[in-house]
């Protein structure tokens, strides 16, 4: 920022230059020492340790036998925050140069002789200024409004004196409120610090939860794949030993098909010697075939695959009662389950 442009600029360099030197705590001109924040911006000393003591009010004071790690409060100007060490405000670093400035413009408003109307007029008394305070009315005037005015029968007191208590006050005032923020932003980074933590933890138990049914989805896919094996396994068989049966009648009858047409030839041979010579081999062929065969048959319900029948009522309602609880409960559920399968398994063992 170019200071000299803007001082020229102005109708009243001091009074730019004073509007520089203001503390934003106090209101007045920076008092020595002049302390710099890390954020550039300077405070009074005794304004810097009094938000510092306001936001931070277990620290102990440097003269106390009892060391403590330091603390941190924000900057009243840019709100940035300011992280002390154990030395507390004595560890910033004064800035001779605002020092400096401010000797300067002390010594330079000193020797300017006071300007004309730099104090407001009473406007009752256009040649009086305003130099006592109305206590009663609680606003300032003059002597004139005293003595003959408005103001003769109200209690007053000399302006100074009041601006200076009020000007305390404002700044005790300020310094409770930078306090009060302080400690709102704290909360408020604590809340954002909870919102992650509770995000990071939510996004942490469902993946946990996840793989646990990933598990027993995996449980799950493999026990059906075994119990549809074991299935087609035996459909597999039954169908093999029912094909051969098939394939030995299929083969039978096809011989006996052939003996009825020889049969049927035979009958039209019209020469009794011919006739005789095959018609004896012929008819033991067809008692024999006529006897029945001696194949193998299915027996009754062969068909049947009842038998592979399961019972998961149970299993689902152990499912349905799936929910979140204690560490405690886990594993009393675990060991109730483990149960549950020794005793399914002994009557499955009593059974064969």
Same mark, same amino acid.
């Given at each position: !920022?170019?200071?000299?442009? &803007?001082?020229?600029?102005?109708?009243?360099? #001091?009074?730019?230059?004073?509007?520089?030197?203001?503390?934003?705590?106090? #209101?007045?001109?920076? /008092?020595?020492? +002049?302390?710099?924040?890390? $954020?550039?911006?300077?405070?009074?000393?005794? $304004?810097?340790?009094?938000?510092?003591?306001?936001?931070?009010?277990?620290?102990?004071?440097?003269?106390?036998?009892?060391? !403590?790690?330091?603390?941190?409060?924000?900057?009243?100007?840019?709100?940035?925050?300011? =992280?002390?060490?154990?030395?507390?405000?004595?560890?910033?670093?004064?800035?001779?140069? +605002?020092?400096?400035?401010?000797?300067?413009?002390?010594?330079?408003?000193?020797?300017?002789?006071?300007?004309?109307?730099?104090?407001?007029?009473?406007?009752?008394?256009?040649?009086?200024?305003?130099?006592?305070? $109305?206590?009663?009315?609680?606003?300032?005037?003059?002597?004139?409004?005293?003595?003959?005015? *408005?103001?003769? *029968?109200?209690?007053? *007191?000399?302006?100074?004196?009041?601006?200076?208590?009020?000007?305390?006050?404002? &700044?005790? $005032?300020?310094?409770?409120?930078?306090?009060?923020?302080?400690?709102?932003?704290?909360?408020?980074?604590?809340?954002?610090?909870?919102?992650?933590? /509770?995000?990071?933890?939510?996004?942490?138990?469902?993946?946990?939860?996840?793989?646990?049914?990933?598990?027993?989805?995996? =449980?799950?896919?493999?026990?059906?794949?075994?119990?549809?094996?074991?299935? /087609?396994?035996?459909?597999?068989?039954?169908?093999?030993?029912?094909?051969?049966?098939?394939?030995?009648?299929?083969?039978? #009858?096809?011989? %006996?098909?052939?003996?009825?047409?020889? *049969? =049927?030839? %035979?009958?039209?041979?019209?020469?009794?010697?011919?006739?005789?010579?095959?018609?004896?081999?012929?008819?033991?062929? =067809?008692?024999?075939?006529?006897?029945?065969?001696?194949?193998?048959? /299915?027996?009754?319900?062969?068909?049947? !695959?009842?038998?592979?029948?399961?019972?998961?009522?149970?299993?689902?309602?152990?499912?349905?009662?799936?929910?979140?609880?204690?560490?405690?409960?886990?594993?009393?559920?675990?060991?109730?389950?483990?149960?549950?399968?020794?005793?399914?398994?002994?009557?499955?063992?009593?059974?064969?």
């Amino acid at each position: !920022m170019d200071y000299k442009s &803007s001082l020229i600029q102005d109708g009243n360099p #001091l009074e730019n230059l004073e509007k520089q030197l203001i503390c934003p705590i106090c #209101l007045e001109m920076f /008092t020595k020492p +002049v302390v710099i924040l890390p $954020c550039q911006h300077n405070l009074c000393r005794k $304004c810097a340790s009094d938000i510092f003591q306001a936001a931070n009010p277990y620290w102990t004071n440097r003269g106390s036998s009892v060391s !403590m790690s330091g603390g941190r409060f924000r900057c009243p100007s840019c709100r940035h925050e300011v =992280i002390m060490d154990r030395h507390g405000v004595y560890g910033l670093q004064r800035n001779l140069l +605002v020092e400096n400035i401010i000797d300067i413009y002390k010594q330079e408003c000193s020797s300017r002789p006071l300007q004309k109307g730099s104090n407001p007029m009473c406007k009752e008394h256009e040649d009086e200024k305003i130099n006592i305070y $109305c206590l009663t009315c609680e606003t300032p005037t003059c002597s004139m409004c005293k003595v003959f005015g *408005a103001h003769k *029968a109200c209690e007053v *007191a000399p302006l100074q004196s009041v601006f200076q208590g009020q000007k305390t006050e404002l &700044s005790n $005032c300020i310094s409770m409120l930078v306090a009060g923020n302080d400690r709102v932003q704290t909360i408020v980074t604590q809340l954002e610090d909870s919102c992650r933590v /509770t995000k990071e933890n939510s996004h942490r138990v469902k993946e946990e939860l996840s793989q646990k049914f990933d598990v027993l989805y995996a =449980i799950l896919d493999e026990k059906k794949s075994e119990l549809l094996q074991r299935i /087609t396994q035996e459909q597999e068989e039954k169908l093999s030993f029912t094909e051969a049966l098939i394939q030995q009648y299929r083969e039978q #009858l096809d011989k %006996s098909t052939k003996l009825v047409e020889t *049969a =049927i030839q %035979s009958l039209d041979e019209p020469g009794g010697a011919i006739f005789l010579l095959s018609a004896k081999q012929l008819i033991k062929s =067809i008692v024999e075939a006529s006897k029945g065969c001696q194949l193998g048959k /299915t027996e009754q319900g062969f068909e049947n !695959m009842d038998y592979f029948t399961l019972d998961l009522e149970y299993i689902a309602d152990t499912l349905r009662a799936i929910d979140f609880g204690t560490d405690e409960e886990e594993e009393e559920f675990i060991e109730e389950g483990q149960e549950e399968e020794e005793s399914t398994e002994g009557k499955e063992e009593g059974h064969q």
